[in-house]
């Protein structure tokens, strides 16, 4: 079948589905192959619970009419979000980065829909499939569209730009994320540089921070990049603090209040700004917007658990936002006592073990109570610390020894699952 056939299929039923066990009525399954499992062994199931159709690349598994071979499933679904976002002529704003891509977007969809019908990618639905997901997902009735782009590995940017064909697109920062996937730092660049590939080829904008020397370096690829960030650029604001949560001012002197922590957390506002103030959103929708924006989903949390105040940003770690966090935390204006309680960073190869005791050594520098959690970690282990091998370890100590009146930053990478200590701090 022709994706133009299947397109009008998609039309009279705009819904896919890739896992079976959500399948809802009316919906197109489309059957994933992954490591583990063969979604074409439940394309009948699947139709059976009131799928429309099920999308299979197995002849065996054609049980009707309602089965549709192709030749690769997960090439198809690719296919099909590619043709259906080509059916719009929108901004559709790719964003991508080492740290800070998740928020960026979500606060720049609170700015941008103050204006426009707004599509964005759902939570971090941002990699080969996630992406098609998102594109099917966009209604026809969408004005401006912003597609998260994760990567660990070169050329993975490039092929999500192929389905997404953006017009318009930033990197927030490139840190020492995925390391082990790269190869070096040198060959993240080169990854999350294929963003702007794209756009100069299409001649499409960059939205460039001039503060960043890696990012202004790249602009002068581009004939007329938008820069952000300092007073002579295209949009400017003054930072004012951050103890815990970010003040800062425009160019009309408006003080606005927000409710995100951390200085780092400056640069994803100065970038939603831009765009805003771009695309021609008021000003005081836009602070509007930032000022009302609450992270949520384990990032940059702020919590208050009994005595304790919790900052919990346990969804992702590597060591640039881990640095970032611990800078940041010790700037923090307390009586409470200070304690960090990291996690493991994964995906960082070689420079792994360094970077973990450099991680360490920072916190021990800046004077901070320190609890490591991890075999990583613990690799380093030093008396000036508490050192734990595993969660459960952890949590065990946390039941039995009470943490009281203390400001507690939460940091470690995904698959350590930290906030669970929640349950331990008040």
Do not use: W
Request: aromatic fraction near 10%; glycine fraction near 6%.
């Amino acid at each position: 079948m022709q994706i133009e056939q299947l397109y009008q299929k998609y039309l009279e039923h705009p819904n896919v589905i890739t896992d079976s066990r959500k399948i809802e009525e009316g919906c197109i399954f489309f059957a994933l192959k992954g490591a583990s499992f063969n979604g074409n062994e439940f394309a009948k199931e699947a139709l059976e619970k009131g799928a429309a159709y099920s999308i299979i690349d197995e002849e065996k598994y054609k049980s009707s009419d309602k089965c549709i071979l192709v030749e690769n499933v997960l090439e198809c679904l690719q296919k099909l979000a590619a043709h259906h976002r080509n059916q719009f002529d929108i901004p559709v704003v790719a964003v991508t980065g080492s740290n800070g891509k998740t928020t960026t977007k979500e606060i720049l969809f609170q700015v941008l829909s103050k204006k426009y019908k707004t599509h964005a990618t759902k939570g971090n639905f941002n990699n080969h499939i996630g992406v098609p997901l998102t594109l099917l997902d966009m209604p026809l009735d969408t004005e401006m569209a912003l597609i998260e782009m994760g990567d660990n590995h070169v050329g993975e940017v490039i092929e999500l730009c192929k389905y997404a064909n953006p017009n318009y697109g930033f990197i927030t920062n490139i840190g020492k994320d995925h390391i082990e996937g790269f190869g070096s730092f040198e060959a993240n660049v080169r990854a999350k540089s294929e963003i702007f590939d794209f756009l100069i080829k299409a001649n499409g904008t960059a939205f460039i921070n001039s503060q960043d020397p890696i990012l202004k370096n790249m602009a002068r690829r581009f004939e007329k990049p938008i820069f952000y960030g300092d007073e002579y650029d295209f949009s400017n604001l003054t930072f004012l603090g951050a103890s815990p949560f970010i003040k800062y001012k425009d160019r009309q002197e408006t003080v606005v209040q927000t409710q995100l922590l951390g200085a780092y957390n400056f640069e994803n506002i100065q970038t939603a700004f831009c765009l805003g103030k771009y695309f021609e959103v008021e000003n005081n929708d836009i602070h509007d917007a930032i000022s009302n924006y609450i992270p949520d989903n384990n990032r940059s949390q702020f919590l208050e658990k009994g005595s304790n105040a919790i900052v919990l940003d346990a969804y992702n770690a590597n060591p640039s936002s881990v640095e970032a966090a611990l800078e940041n935390f010790a700037q923090f204006e307390t009586e409470k006592t200070k304690l960090v309680i990291l996690g493991d960073m994964f995906e960082l190869g070689d420079i792994s073990a360094e970077e973990h005791k450099r991680m360490i050594d920072i916190a021990l520098e800046k004077d901070l109570d320190a609890i490591f959690c991890g075999e990583r970690y613990t690799a380093h282990k030093t008396d000036k610390a508490q050192f734990f091998e595993s969660r459960d370890r952890l949590l065990a100590y946390l039941k039995n020894n009470k943490i009281e009146n203390s400001l507690v930053l939460v940091k470690g990478s995904r698959s350590m699952k930290l906030e669970e200590v929640l349950d331990y701090l008040g």
